[in-house]
């Protein structure tokens, strides 16, 4: 397995494996602190394409003033070992300075959907993702990128980008990998006492009761948030950003007591656990 850290690398690559018998890239982006829920997704796009590019890269324009961009997790040479392990043929860990050359004034935003759901609360924070992302599908021509659902509002913009841009790369989104008791993977797993982890289980018990509740035949959104926010305030540590019934494609709440929830729609919530933001969503069929 090859590291590459300059776009020209990345290009090179990845037209010499293209033009080597027709071959098709899949690219997995990442900020790194790789766990099983990247793991997963190296392993979807090994079985999807002929060659596999993991980026490893804490991206500093999606992070806001007073968010966790100086402590966020950096485990490089764990990160690489998993990456090999699962069958990546490169990673890609550029600097700062490659993605944002001196004088760089060109973002990317996602009107509209940008400032919805975690855009809402982290202001700036999609157009970062959406920047990133974009040179990272631009450096590699990939094929198919792959991405975890319970990133499903990035998955969002992600995919409005892709169709306004016309970009060739499709987006392949992947299911959430949970801990044995529930826990959604996240590398801010790791901020988590073990009490506060205790209580972040409650965002899973409130997944699972919002699929139950929706499975028998509840399609009314002001109940559905009502039954989540009581599992979810019952633990006296977390404080919440946000409980949502959304259209996927537009992240338009799905508002008011009639029966509009339907099969589609996206519940997703955020919540601290202690100082430790959290995320989780389910697709209610």
């Known amino acids: 397995m090859e590291i590459l850290h300059t776009v020209a690398e990345l290009r090179e690559w990845s037209r010499l494996e293209r033009n080597d018998g027709g071959n098709t890239i899949g690219i997995v982006p990442t900020m790194g602190a790789l766990h099983a829920g990247h793991a997963s997704l190296i392993r979807a796009a090994c079985k999807s394409v002929g060659f596999v590019a993991v980026s490893i890269f804490v991206n500093p324009t999606q992070f806001g003033p007073n968010e966790d961009f100086a402590r966020y997790p950096r485990t490089f040479e764990a990160d690489c070992a998993l990456a090999k392990a699962e069958g990546a043929d490169v990673v890609f860990a550029p600097s700062v300075e490659e993605l944002y050359p001196a004088g760089a004034a060109t973002f990317v935003e996602v009107a509209g959907l940008s400032d919805r759901l975690d855009g809402h609360s982290r202001p700036g924070h999609f157009r970062g ?10 450096a590699s021509e990939a094929d198919r990128a792959f991405f975890g659902q319970k990133d499903a509002a990035q998955v969002a913009v992600l995919r409005r980008m892709v169709a306004d841009l016309r970009l060739a790369t499709e987006i392949v989104v992947c299911p959430i990998v949970r801990e044995p008791d529930g826990l959604a993977l996240s590398s801010r797993n790791i901020y988590l006492s073990s009490a506060e982890r205790a209580q972040a289980l409650a965002l899973s018990r409130a997944i699972r009761h919002i699929e139950a509740l929706a499975a028998g035949g509840e399609r009314r959104s002001s109940p559905l948030i009502q039954a989540a ?10 404080r919440l950003d946000y409980i949502e019934l959304v259209d996927w494609n537009t992240l338009e709440p799905v508002e008011g007591t009639a029966p509009n929830a339907a099969g589609g729609t996206l519940f997703a919530v955020a919540a601290w656990v202690g100082a430790t933001r959290l995320i989780d969503n389910t697709i209610l069929q």
């Not at 993702?129 to 631009?138: P, Q």
Request: no cysteine; aromatic share 4%; net charge positive.
């Open 129 to 138: 993702v959406a920047t990133v992302v974009a040179k990272l599908f631009i």
């Open 229 to 238: 926010r009581a599992i979810l305030t019952a633990q006296p540590d977390i």
